[in-house]
């Protein structure tokens, strides 16, 4: 009887919970957090085995294709567990401290005004990319099947999961709030149509409010561009394509004031770690096939 086998991408997933739910007893000034860890983690544990048992049997590729899927969902799960970590107060300390770079890079360094050089033209295209970064994963993924690499689905969302993992682990540690809230007047945004409409309400009713350092809308989006860099090597549009969108990513959450300029930094470089060690992996793997083969095969071989 063959042995169930969880994939690269469902390991990390455990391991997150896995930390969040060991995390918990560290953190006993948070009211809102009690068990709840434990219990997502073993839902989340049962489910994956659930699914990777079943592709074992007769609709084993169905259940592999819905396997490609469930990291999302997951993922979004992952998130909301860190409105458990929402502390009691916040630590004013960090907000007064990031609060200078904003102003340094809004207002003195012009950053505002050149948003703002077309009247509502660019800080309306911010607001799209924001709004849009909520189904990048999917897109990504879409473009791994219309391109007939299912095989690399996998090796796509541990580099993009890791970066966004990475980040809703370090939100427990910077309980802080969004400068729009607690700095409203500072380089408040010109635009107010739709969009920002749209994921004002999004923030007010549906996101978590125990941090927001580092950005993991910015290490995400950064993420899942090395991400389509190492899977799709033979095809770097859509790399390039994926990382301006990224940068725009970055830049809309400073403007339009989601997030101060010090957590798109830090999400920024969270990205980087995950993409660093594929790459270093990758390379590794290429060395060693060379050395048995004698000869250079593809990197994602």
């Not at 200078?100 to 800080?123: C, M, S, Y």
């Not at 897109?139 to 690399?152: A, P, Q, S």
């Not at 970055?250 to 993409?275: N, Q």
Request: aromatic share 16%; hydrophobic share 50%.
């Amino acid at each position: 009887m063959r042995s169930i086998k969880l994939r690269h991408s469902e390991w990390l997933l455990i391991g997150f919970f896995s930390y969040t739910a060991a995390l918990t007893p560290f953190f006993p000034d948070r009211p809102r957090l009690h068990a709840q860890p434990l219990f997502i983690l073993l839902a989340v544990a049962i489910i994956l085995l659930i699914a990777a048992r079943a592709e074992m049997g007769r609709y084993g590729r169905v259940i592999s294709m819905v396997r490609d899927w469930l990291p999302i969902p997951l993922t979004l799960t992952a998130f909301r567990e860190m409105e458990l970590f929402l502390p009691l107060r916040y630590n004013t300390a960090y907000e007064h401290a990031w609060i200078r770079w904003d102003g340094l890079l809004l207002n003195q360094w012009g950053f505002k005004h050149a948003v703002e050089t077309f009247g509502d033209l660019i800080p309306t295209y911010f607001e799209l990319c924001y709004l849009l970064v909520y189904g990048l994963g999917t897109f990504c993924i879409i473009v791994l099947w219309y391109k007939n690499r299912r095989e690399r689905v996998d090796q796509f969302y541990v580099v993009l999961l890791a970066g966004t993992l990475i980040s809703y682990g370090l939100l427990p540690y910077f309980p802080s709030r969004p400068p729009r809230i607690v700095f409203p007047a500072l380089a408040a945004p010109l635009t107010h149509n739709i969009f920002r409409r749209f994921n004002l309400f999004l923030l007010n009713n549906a996101t978590i409010h125990s941090g927001v350092f580092p950005s993991a809308h910015v290490s995400s989006a950064f993420a899942a561009a090395w991400a389509m860099f190492l899977v799709l090597p033979e095809r770097k549009p859509f790399g390039w394509a994926v990382l301006v969108y990224a940068a725009s990513v970055a830049a809309a959450t400073v403007y339009g004031r989601y997030h101060y300029a010090v957590d798109a930094v830090a999400g920024f470089g969270v990205s980087l770690v995950p993409a660093a060690l594929a790459l270093y992996a990758a390379r590794n793997k290429s060395t060693h096939d060379i050395h048995s083969s004698g000869s250079r095969p593809d990197l994602l071989a």
